[in-house]
Structure formats: C-alpha cells, structure tokens
C-alpha cells in the first residue's frame, strides 16, 4: 500500500513489467537479423542465432522484461531485474518496459506500432479498483473513473 500511495503509475508500470498481461506475442520478422539469444536459466552468456526474413518468431515479453542488461541497473544484475521495485526504477527503466503494443515509451507518445484501445481503460479500472479495496483515490493518468 505505501508504494501504490507514492507513486501510482510506477506501481501499475513495475507490476505490468513484472507481471504482463500479455505474457508472449507473435511476429514475423521484416527482414534478416542475428539475434542474442541467452544461454542458461541465470543468463550466464548468449548465443548469436540468425534468423531468416519472413521466419515466425515467439517473444517472450515476461523474460525481456526481466533483462539484467536493461532492468538489471548499472550492473546488470539478475536479482535487480527480477525484483519488483516501483519507486527505485529510473524513468529509462519505465520506458523500456515491453508490453503487446510495443515500448513502454512510445505507446506513451503514441507511436507504438500497435495500439490497445483498453489501455487507458485498465488502469483507470486498476485505479477504481485499489479506491474501493483499500479506500484510496488516485490519478494515475487523469482518466480514473467511479466503477
């Protein structure tokens, strides 16, 4: 409850990065590409794989989500990027978050490359919802709505 009062869209961001609603998607690629693919459950290396224009790819938005280069802090480490943290992520941390529309950052400015017309939706439901379980009113994105 103290960190969902500090700092309400962080709260929603870190969770949605730790525990995505959309686990995976699909794609296909564009073009050729060498992709670094880890190597141990404790990313303890990677492999460099490459991948044929027009090949169907599984992205596992759960794992690039708990990438110690990205999420893992100035020293990449695994533990701080698996943990959950809404008030000690930097805001370049927020904005890599991945999700079904694309980077965190451009859904944001609305430049990712799919949009989800309930995204603003949920987290005004999200907010409703921690309002009438724990009797808090927040403004996450200036949307919140009564359910």
Do not use: Y
Not at 32 to 58: E, F, K
């Amino acid at each position: 409850m103290p960190m969902w009062n500090a700092d309400p869209r962080r709260f929603l961001l870190e969770s949605a990065r730790v525990d995505p609603p959309v686990a995976s998607v699909t794609a296909v690629l564009a073009e050729d590409t060498v992709l670094p693919v880890a190597t141990g459950m404790l990313h303890t290396g990677t492999q460099a794989i490459s991948v044929q224009a027009g090949t169907t790819a599984q992205l596992a938005l759960s794992s690039a989500n708990r990438d110690p280069v990205v999420f893992g802090g100035a020293a990449q480490s695994v533990r701080r990027a698996r943990e959950f943290d809404p008030l000690g992520r930097s805001e370049e941390e927020l904005a890599n978050i991945l999700s079904w529309n694309g980077l965190h950052s451009r859904v944001e400015a609305g430049t990712a490359p799919r949009g989800c017309i309930g995204c603003v939706r949920a987290r005004s439901c999200a907010c409703g919802v921690w309002r009438v379980v724990c009797g808090v009113w927040c403004v996450v994105c200036g949307v919140c709505v009564l359910l």
